[in-house]
């Protein structure tokens, strides 16, 4: 399918459009969360206004990518937008944090179909040489989300209210929905429209059951349910591969795994789901305690991280597109991902600020050099008829990975440093102004109690990077083709305009 420039370009900045704001929607509410708490009077339920969101963006990607090659990924996204604005609407008019939750679920799920389809819509208007660099426009929404979101959500709800936060998604939504009505082309779907229900349920179950598992184990008043959901994890996880293996059209179709790009490229992004997504959000916490600064300057090392990652995507997918080649980039990004975290695991605590903030920058760098270009070239190994499926199967990994890789570093911290601190301390009540206001002494002990606990955390992700090595290296050598793929819907329409 081709387009003309000036179509390609409205595409592009409606596609642009929506990303940011389903990426923005993951980073604006933190800051806006404990006013938004307070106001509805429900503080120790807060925590489900992210993890309704994230279980509801998760657990759809399969569902909405086998959506999208049944019926067309123009319908997906379309119905996807309608449903963000509503629920966005809805966010802000909740009256408590039931209505509230609810509607940020609804949100979460939306949000996935969004995504996923821009990067499946991409994959049908241009040709695998075209596509590193569209993908990597797109991809920029994520990173720029993270440096902007925290700021701006801070700003709306000290000067407008925290419902703004919701409903600023409205205006630029409806520009966006206007321009995707023009722009986007009508791709048909697969002529059998048969869907994997039992799939898409079994994972479901399993998915929530793990992330449940995961986030309770390390809490001795639920230990026995984290047992049990872990048990509901396993059994209905081996449900869901069985049922994958003899289902006709499958939501995760593992004999694509057969196929050596394709799962060098999944893993690849599984990678970058464990091995740097995991961590990001406890980086403030650790150089507030082992570094003593403000939170204003703890956040100078996640932003140094989210700014090397917006870098390399932006020149890798310009890089690849203008030359073809691509295996390059995931091998030279995971060495150096590798590299910048094994030196955070033996960096002393004592250094200077701006060291760790370099370091992660390399990180970030290795990073964004493969995070949406593993996209295109997976789009490129699958056939054309599952583009949607082999897209959300690449994406479900990185967010699956992400989520439990969370969890587990979390846990790792709290119990790690629950267990080294002095009798004189509660765990429970340790914050960073208590440290701060603490002796020279104490800061120091506290300091080398989260030191000893990274070390480790960082140990394990860049072992997780030196594992994406191996899959980057076993991606087979190749050159990204110029031309369209043959059309396999003989009812599509002309895509020239």
């Known amino acids: 399918m081709s387009l003309s420039p000036l179509r390609l370009r409205l595409l592009v900045a409606s596609l642009l459009t929506v990303s940011f704001l389903g990426a923005l929607d993951h980073t604006v509410v933190s800051t806006s969360l404990a006013t938004v708490a307070g106001e509805l009077g429900a503080l120790e339920h807060m925590s489900w206004v992210v993890v309704g969101y994230t279980l509801a963006s998760t657990v759809l990607l399969p569902v909405l990518g086998k959506l999208g090659d049944v019926v067309g990924p123009r319908l997906v996204f379309l119905t996807s937008l309608v449903v963000f604005l509503a629920a966005s609407a809805a966010c802000g008019f909740a009256q408590d944090m039931t209505q509230l939750v609810i509607a940020r679920v609804a949100q979460g799920m939306s949000s996935a179909g969004l995504q996923l389809m821009s990067q499946t ?33 801070g700003l709306i709800t000290d000067y407008w209210g925290w ?12 520009a966006a929905f206007a321009l995707a009505v023009f722009a986007i082309p009508h791709v048909e779907g697969a002529t059998r429209r048969r869907f994997d229900v039992a799939g898409s349920i079994s994972f479901t179950i399993a998915f929530v059951a793990l992330v449940l598992a995961v986030t309770w184990i390390g809490d001795p008043a639920v230990r026995l349910q984290a047992v049990v ?10 449900a869901f591969f069985l049922i994958e293996l003899r289902a006709a059209e499958p939501i995760v179709p593992l004999r694509l795994f057969a196929d050596r790009t394709i799962a060098a490229g999944i893993a690849l992004s599984a990678i970058i789901g464990i091995g740097l997504f995991s961590v990001t959000a406890y980086l403030p916490t650790y150089f507030q305690m082992a570094y003593r600064t403000s939170a204003t300057v703890s956040g100078l090392v996640p932003i ?22 691509y295996r390059v980039f995931p091998i030279v990004g995971t060495v150096l991902g590798a590299t910048g975290l094994f030196v955070m695991a033996l960096l002393p605590i004592a250094s200077p600020l701006w060291v760790p903030m370099a370091v992660m920058f390399v990180v970030g760098l290795g990073t964004g050099s493969f995070m949406s270009l593993v996209i295109a070239v997976v ?17 479900l990994v990185r967010q699956m990975g992400s989520t439990v890789a969370t969890a587990i570093v979390g846990g790792v911290i709290g119990v790690g440093v629950a267990a080294r601190l002095p009798s004189t301390f509660d765990a429970s009540a340790l914050t960073p102004q208590l440290v701060h206001g ?17 070390a480790p955390v960082f140990f394990a992700l860049a072992v997780t990077y030196a594992i994406g090595i191996i899959a980057a290296v076993a991606l087979p050598p190749g050159r990204l083709s110029d031309e369209h793929e043959p059309s396999t819907d003989a009812a599509s329409e002309p895509l020239t305009a």
């Open 379 to 395: 789009q490129d190994a699958a056939p054309r008829t599952e583009t949607g499926t082999v897209t959300a199967t690449t994406n």
């Open 121 to 153: 819509i991409v994959a049908h208007v241009t040709t695998p040489r075209q596509r590193p660099r569209y993908l990597s426009i797109i991809g920029a929404a994520f990173p720029i989300a993270i440096l902007v979101g925290p700021v701006l959500g």
């Open 304 to 325: 140094a991280t989210v700014f090397g990652m917006l870098v390399s995507n932006l020149l890798t997918g310009w890089l690849a597109s203008r030359t073809g080649h």
């Open 163 to 174: 419902p703004w936060v919701f409903w600023i998604n409205l205006p630029l939504g409806l």
């Open 438 to 454: 603490s002796s020279a002494a104490v800061q120091a002990e506290i300091a080398q109690i989260y030191g000893d606990v990274m």
């Open 229 to 238: 959901a872990f048990t509901i994890a396993a059994l209905t996880f081996a």
